[in-house]
C-alpha cells in the first residue's frame, strides 16, 4: 500500500510517498527557518502563508521523486494536530483536496504519533512493547508504546518543552534561532562540568519533567557572568543538565514496565549528546536502544505516512474521511484510542 503523506503542522512543509509504512520512495521538506529566524521563533501566520505558498510544489516534487504516479497512491495521510491551526489547516485541506481529487481515503495523522513512527523507518525497527521519549519543541513525554495505534502516557513536562528550552537559552545568548542545533555546535567548545546547573525533578519519584527552572538559572547566571568567552561553557552546561534528566528519566521509566527496549524521537532526538548519553545508559542496563536517523527527527511527512498506513479505514466513508476537522492541543494517541 502506497501513502502521500504531508506535514505541516509548525515551520516545515513536508510532503513523502511512502511504501507499507516503512519504505521511505521520496521526502521532500522545506523547511521556514529563514523566514522566522529575524523574530527568534516562529511567527504563527508567517508559517501558515508560506505553506500555503509551498505546499502544492512540495507535493509534486514528492511525488515526482518516488517515481510513482499519482493513480499509484492507495491514501493522502497528513497530520491533524496537535500543531499551530492556520499552519495545519494548509496542510490537512490540501490533503482533503488531493484525496478528493484522486478518490482516495484522507487519513488524519496525530503528529506525536507520527514521531514515534519515524523509527519504523529505519531497517532495525523495535518490536512492542518499548518505553519512547519523545523531545520536540512543543512536546516532552515518556510513553509506553504498546502497538502501531496505542500507547500510554508515563509522563510529561509541567511546563516547557525540552526544544522549547533549548531554543529560548539560545535566543538569550543571541545565538539565533531554531536554538538546538546551535546549542548543540556551541556546546561542543565548552566544557559540561565548568558550569553546574540544576537537573530539575531529577530525584521525583514520577517520571514528569520541567525545564523552566533550569532555563532560569541558565538566564541568572548570563545576567551575573555572561562575557563571549563563557558562552560556549553556558550551552555546554545546560545541555549536559537537560540531557542527564531525559536520560536518567527514560531509563528508570523502561526498568519500572520491565521493558527491554527504549526509543527517542521528536527534533531534540538530533542531538548528538543526547543519543549518546542514552545509548551508554541502555548498554549498561542492558536494554536496546532505537533512534531514527537525524533526518527522521525533526518534523518530516515520511513519519506521518508511515503513521496513517496502520490507520487505513476498512470502510472508508468519504463524506466522513472529507470532514475531520484539525487539532491544536492534545493527543488523540493514547491508551484506549487508536
Ligand atoms: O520535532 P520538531 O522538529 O518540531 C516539533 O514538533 O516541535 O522539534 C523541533 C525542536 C526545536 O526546539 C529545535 O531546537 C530542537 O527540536 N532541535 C534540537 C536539535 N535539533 C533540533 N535540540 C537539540 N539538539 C539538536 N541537535
Ligand atoms: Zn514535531
Not at 230 to 248: C, H, M, R, S
Not at 258 to 285: C, F, M, P, Y
Request: proline letters at 4%; charged letters at 20%.
Amino acid at each position: 500500500m502506497i501513502l502521500l503523506g504531508i506535514e505541516t503542522s509548525c515551520d516545515e512543509t513536508s510532503a513523502a510517498v511512502v511504501a507499507d509504512g516503512r519504505r521511505v520512495l521520496s521526502s521532500v521538506v522545506a523547511s521556514q527557518i529563514a523566514i522566522h529566524h529575524p523574530f527568534g521563533g516562529v511567527v504563527p501566520e508567517l508559517a501558515s502563508r508560506k505553506h500555503l505558498e509551498s505546499i502544492a510544489w512540495v507535493t509534486s516534487e514528492a511525488i515526482r521523486q518516488s517515481g510513482i504516479s499519482e493513480n499509484e497512491l492507495d491514501a493522502v495521510a497528513a497530520t491533524q494536530g496537535p500543531g499551530l491551526v492556520g499552519a495545519l489547516l494548509v496542510g490537512f485541506s490540501f490533503a482533503k483536496a488531493c484525496a478528493y481529487g484522486w478518490d482516495i481515503p484522507c487519513i488524519g495523522v496525530d503528529h506525536l504519533e507520527g514521531h514515534i513512527h519515524s523509527l519504523f523507518l529505519e531497517e532495525d525497527v523495535p518490536d512492542f512493547p518499548f518505553v519512547a521519549l519523545l523531545v520536540s519543541g512543543g512536546h516532552t513525554g515518556i510513553y509506553d508504546v504498546v502497538s502501531h495505534t496505542s500507547c500510554e502516557l508515563m509522563g510529561q513536562t509541567r511546563d516547557d518543552a525540552v526544544g522549547e528550552a533549548f531554543d529560548k537559552v539560545a535566543k538569550m545568548l543571541g545565538l539565533g534561532y531554531p536554538g538546538g542545533v546551535v546549542i548543540e555546535r556551541m556546546a561542543s567548545e565548552g566544557h559540561p562540568e565548568r558550569i553546574h546547573f540544576p537537573r530539575p525533578c531529577l530525584d521525583t519519584m514520577d517520571f514528569d519533567f520541567s525545564f523552566s527552572g533550569l532555563k532560569s538559572a541558565v538566564r541568572r547566571y548570563i545576567e551575573l557572568h555572561a562575557t563571549a568567552a563563557v558562552i560556549p561553557d553556558i550551552t555546554a552546561g545546560f545541555q549536559e543538565a537537560a540531557t542527564d534528566v531525559l536520560t536518567v528519566k527514560l531509563i528508570q521509566a523502561a526498568l519500572s514496565r520491565n521493558r527491554q527496549r527504549v526509543a527517542v524521537v521528536g527534533g531534540v532526538a538530533a542531538n548528538a549528546n543526547l543519543r549518546q548519553k542514552i545509548t551508554a545508559a541502555a548498554v549498561e542496563k542492558g536494554v536496546q536502544v532505537y533512534l531514527p536517523s537525524v533526518k527522521y527527527c525533526g518534523d518530516n511527512a515520511a513519519m506521518i505516512a508511515a503513521s496513517g498506513f496502520h490507520h487505513y479505514p476498512e470502510d472508508w466513508n468519504k463524506i466522513v474521511s472529507l470532514s475531520q476537522d484539525v487539532y491544536s492541543k492534545g493527543c488523540r494517541w493514547q491508551a484506549g484510542h487508536s
